[in-house]
């Protein structure tokens, strides 16, 4: 099958996050798998990657807007795409303007308007909310709707099925040993929805007064100065893996979360998750039974509890390692199949 797959951005050497690397993800399996996989994007793909690229100008480098206006430009652009030829033409946003007699799959990988509900600063509110009434013209456009949660649905005024966010079992699995002294991982910005702040005071405040040897281990571009606490920049996904791996806990006190991979990615590395109550982490953590829900005035003393029980963190690891399967590439992969042959069959 020829599947075009429209993306903004291809993940970078440090960063294969977001939208981005899922898409990645997925057009890699379908090259596997056989499909003749093109992917318009404004970035090559890192490294060999087994699909084709084409790249989108939108001329943002060289537009007093600078890189900001690449957002509104990329639209643009994609209205050029020559993408008749293809049997299924697969958007990942940013695709309203697109022209083609193809049949048209859009996948929500969150919404911008859960985005602007949940934002911390103005600007960032602010973006979200414009990008969410382009949402709603690609919603109403498109040939079918993909939700990657049941918290995106409600973001939806029309039907949708649900396909779920994937990782790649092939990077994303247990092995080795934890690391010496107790250990939390968040990955995630300190200023943002994701609350990484939030989180590193209440390590300074209540986690490491009573855990003295306890670490946080901080993957986000944002740097803090406090005891305990390891700043380490953006990492490549095999890094990122290494430190699921060797971690106690994984927590993500996001207010908001369309889907949340990095809870899947340390689930299947078998690292215990907590996190603060979203719709991505119900959906993920099946409302609480794989993994830890708390309100933000119970978070401490979840997290000090994990550190210092040894059968608490051997049972959730067990229900992590027992849910993570299901958001595999290979088994999200078939779904995304089961639908692009559905949709060309009834164009």
């Known amino acids: 099958m020829r599947i075009a797959q429209i993306t903004r951005m291809l993940p970078r050497p440090d960063y294969a996050g977001g939208v981005s690397g899922q898409v990645d993800l997925l057009a890699r399996e379908l090259a596997a798998r056989g499909h003749d996989v093109t992917v318009f994007a404004t970035n090559p793909p890192a490294d060999a990657a087994g699909y084709t690229f084409k ?126 002294v107790p250990s939390i991982l968040i990955v995630g910005d300190l200023d943002t929805r994701k609350r990484g702040r939030f989180l590193v005071q209440l390590f300074e405040r209540h986690i490491r007064p009573l855990v003295p040897e306890a670490e946080l281990w901080v993957v986000s571009h944002d740097r803090v100065d406090a005891a305990g606490v390891r700043c380490l920049g953006r990492v490549s996904p095999a890094e990122l893996a290494d430190l699921y791996r060797r971690a106690w806990a994984f927590c993500l006190p996001s207010t ?78 078939e779904q995304y199949e089961s639908l692009y042959t559905a949709v060309k069959d009834a164009a």
Request: with cysteine.
């Open 55 to 180: 790249l989108v100008e939108t001329a943002a480098k060289t537009s007093r807007l600078g890189r900001r206006a690449t957002p509104y430009l990329f639209s643009v652009a994609a209205a050029r795409l020559p993408l008749n030829d293809f049997d299924v033409v697969h958007s990942h946003g940013d695709d309203h303007f697109v022209r083609t007699q193809a049949p048209v799959i859009r996948t929500f990988h969150g919404s911008s308007w859960g985005e602007a509900r949940h934002g911390i600063r103005f600007r960032h509110r602010l973006y979200h909310f414009t990008m969410g009434v382009t949402e709603l013209a690609s919603e109403w456009r498109a040939t079918v709707r993909v939700a990657n949660s049941s918290s995106t649905q409600q973001y939806l005024r029309r039907p949708s099925v649900m396909i779920p966010c994937a990782y790649d079992s092939n990077q994303f699995f247990p092995a080795g040993s934890r690391s010496k």
């Open 256 to 333: 908001y979360e369309g889907f949340g991979v990095p809870y899947v990615e340390a689930m299947a590395c078998g690292t215990p998750v907590v996190a603060t109550r979203n719709g991505g982490a119900d959906d993920v953590l099946g409302g609480g039974k794989y993994g830890v829900l708390a309100g933000d005035d119970e978070l401490a003393g979840v997290l000090v509890d994990l550190l210092q029980s040894s059968d608490r963190r051997s049972l959730l690891s067990g229900l992590a390692l027992q849910r993570a399967p299901e958001y595999a590439i290979t088994k999200v992969v």
